[in-house]
Protein backbone atom coordinates (compact mmCIF):
# COMPACT_ATOMS: atom_id res chain seq x y z
CA UNK A 1 0.00 0.00 0.00
CA UNK A 2 1.34 3.47 -0.92
CA UNK A 3 2.40 4.93 1.12
CA UNK A 4 4.37 2.15 3.41
CA UNK A 5 7.40 2.41 5.53
CA UNK A 6 9.09 0.28 8.55
CA UNK A 7 10.20 2.49 11.21
CA UNK A 8 14.08 0.74 11.66
CA UNK A 9 14.51 -0.99 15.28
CA UNK A 10 16.78 -3.90 15.42
CA UNK A 11 19.66 -3.74 13.70
CA UNK A 12 18.75 -0.50 12.88
CA UNK A 13 17.70 2.71 14.98
CA UNK A 14 14.83 2.76 16.07
CA UNK A 15 14.68 6.41 14.22
CA UNK A 16 15.60 5.04 11.10
CA UNK A 17 12.60 5.25 8.23
CA UNK A 18 13.15 2.77 5.19
CA UNK A 19 10.58 3.00 2.49
CA UNK A 20 11.45 2.40 -1.25
CA UNK A 21 11.54 5.24 -4.42
CA UNK A 22 12.75 4.87 -7.77
CA UNK A 23 16.30 5.33 -6.29
CA UNK A 24 16.31 1.88 -4.41
CA UNK A 25 13.79 0.13 -6.86
CA UNK A 26 15.79 0.80 -10.44
CA UNK A 27 19.50 0.71 -8.58
CA UNK A 28 21.51 -2.17 -9.15
CA UNK A 29 20.80 -3.62 -6.15
CA UNK A 30 17.05 -2.83 -6.66
CA UNK A 31 16.85 -4.85 -10.35
CA UNK A 32 19.07 -7.70 -8.74
CA UNK A 33 16.87 -8.30 -5.67
CA UNK A 34 13.51 -7.45 -7.35
CA UNK A 35 14.66 -9.48 -10.60
CA UNK A 36 12.41 -12.39 -9.97
CA UNK A 37 9.39 -10.41 -8.22
CA UNK A 38 6.38 -10.97 -10.52
CA UNK A 39 3.36 -9.87 -9.41
CA UNK A 40 4.64 -8.85 -6.19
CA UNK A 41 3.37 -5.38 -4.71
CA UNK A 42 6.57 -3.19 -5.13
CA UNK A 43 5.35 -0.87 -2.90
CA UNK A 44 4.64 -3.61 0.03
CA UNK A 45 6.21 -3.94 3.45
CA UNK A 46 7.72 -7.51 2.36
CA UNK A 47 9.34 -5.74 -0.50
CA UNK A 48 10.99 -2.69 1.81
CA UNK A 49 12.44 -5.92 4.03
CA UNK A 50 14.10 -7.46 1.34
CA UNK A 51 15.57 -4.75 0.01
CA UNK A 52 17.05 -3.45 3.07
CA UNK A 53 17.60 -7.25 4.74
CA UNK A 54 14.82 -6.91 7.17
CA UNK A 55 13.93 -9.66 9.30
CA UNK A 56 10.16 -10.22 9.71
CA UNK A 57 10.58 -8.97 13.31
CA UNK A 58 12.88 -6.03 12.43
CA UNK A 59 10.84 -2.61 12.97
CA UNK A 60 7.51 -1.33 12.82
CA UNK A 61 5.37 -1.48 9.83
CA UNK A 62 3.48 1.47 8.68
CA UNK A 63 1.71 2.97 5.92
CA UNK A 64 -0.21 5.97 5.50
CA UNK A 65 -3.41 5.60 2.59
CA UNK A 66 -4.57 9.73 2.91
CA UNK A 67 -0.60 10.75 2.53
CA UNK A 68 -1.77 14.21 1.24
CA UNK A 69 -3.02 14.42 4.72
CA UNK A 70 0.44 15.15 6.64
CA UNK A 71 1.29 12.85 9.65
CA UNK A 72 4.00 11.63 7.41
CA UNK A 73 8.00 11.34 8.73
CA UNK A 74 9.83 14.20 7.46
CA UNK A 75 12.07 12.00 5.34
CA UNK A 76 8.68 10.93 3.62
CA UNK A 77 6.87 13.82 3.66
CA UNK A 78 9.56 16.18 1.94
CA UNK A 79 9.23 13.58 -1.05
CA UNK A 80 5.68 14.39 -1.44
CA UNK A 81 5.09 18.15 -0.79
CA UNK A 82 4.87 19.18 -4.80
CA UNK A 83 3.02 17.00 -7.84
CA UNK A 84 7.32 17.36 -8.76
CA UNK A 85 8.60 15.72 -6.01
CA UNK A 86 5.85 13.14 -5.94
CA UNK A 87 7.39 12.22 -9.83
CA UNK A 88 11.01 12.28 -8.60
CA UNK A 89 10.51 9.96 -6.37
CA UNK A 90 7.82 7.53 -7.68
CA UNK A 91 7.11 8.70 -11.12
CA UNK A 92 9.10 5.56 -12.85
CA UNK A 93 7.69 2.77 -10.80
CA UNK A 94 3.92 4.28 -11.68
CA UNK A 95 4.98 5.03 -15.47
CA UNK A 96 5.87 1.14 -15.77
CA UNK A 97 3.28 -0.44 -14.28
CA UNK A 98 4.68 -0.89 -10.19
CA UNK A 99 1.42 0.98 -8.89
CA UNK A 100 -0.88 -1.84 -8.79
CA UNK A 101 -4.41 -0.76 -10.59
CA UNK A 102 -6.13 -0.40 -7.53
CA UNK A 103 -3.45 2.21 -6.01
CA UNK A 104 -4.30 4.09 -8.76
CA UNK A 105 -7.96 3.52 -8.95
CA UNK A 106 -7.75 4.65 -5.12
CA UNK A 107 -5.52 7.67 -5.86
CA UNK A 108 -7.71 9.06 -9.00
CA UNK A 109 -10.86 8.35 -6.88
CA UNK A 110 -9.43 10.11 -3.49
CA UNK A 111 -6.24 11.94 -3.56
CA UNK A 112 -5.96 15.89 -4.53
CA UNK A 113 -6.06 16.71 -8.23
CA UNK A 114 -2.46 16.52 -8.43
CA UNK A 115 -1.76 13.14 -7.58
CA UNK A 116 -4.93 12.09 -9.15
CA UNK A 117 -4.46 13.19 -12.22
CA UNK A 118 -0.23 11.43 -12.18
CA UNK A 119 -2.44 7.95 -11.41
CA UNK A 120 -5.11 8.96 -14.38
CA UNK A 121 -2.59 9.20 -16.94
CA UNK A 122 -0.96 6.01 -16.32
CA UNK A 123 -4.65 4.12 -16.21
CA UNK A 124 -4.86 5.64 -19.56
CA UNK A 125 -2.40 4.48 -20.92
CA UNK A 126 -2.81 1.16 -20.23
CA UNK A 127 -5.98 -1.56 -21.77
CA UNK A 128 -8.81 -0.07 -20.25
CA UNK A 129 -11.06 -2.32 -18.54
CA UNK A 130 -14.02 -1.88 -16.81
CA UNK A 131 -12.95 -0.98 -12.99
CA UNK A 132 -10.70 1.04 -14.91
CA UNK A 133 -13.07 2.97 -16.74
CA UNK A 134 -15.16 3.42 -13.82
CA UNK A 135 -12.81 5.29 -12.21
CA UNK A 136 -11.37 7.48 -15.36
CA UNK A 137 -14.84 8.42 -15.69
CA UNK A 138 -14.50 9.79 -12.32
CA UNK A 139 -11.59 11.65 -12.61
CA UNK A 140 -12.93 13.43 -15.55
CA UNK A 141 -16.31 14.20 -15.03
CA UNK A 142 -17.47 17.49 -14.25
CA UNK A 143 -19.74 17.78 -10.91
CA UNK A 144 -23.46 17.38 -12.03
CA UNK A 145 -25.35 20.75 -12.91
CA UNK A 146 -29.03 20.33 -13.44
CA UNK A 147 -30.59 21.96 -16.50
CA UNK A 148 -33.24 23.89 -16.87
CA UNK A 149 -34.26 23.15 -20.91
CA UNK A 150 -36.17 20.21 -21.95
CA UNK A 151 -34.87 18.76 -25.31
CA UNK A 152 -37.28 17.11 -27.64
CA UNK A 153 -36.61 15.06 -30.27
Known amino acids: MFISWIRGCGKRNSGTILFLTDNEV ?10 DWCNVDILSHAAIRH ?7 DGLELYKAFFWNGGLPHKLAERLTTKKAFIDNWGRMIRDGFFPN ?9 APKPYAAIAAQRLLGQRLRNS ?8 ATEPYQPVDEVRRL
Open 132 to 139: VLRHLVMY
Open 26 to 35: FSDRGRKLFR
Open 102 to 110: SELSFLVEI
Open 51 to 57: YYDLSST
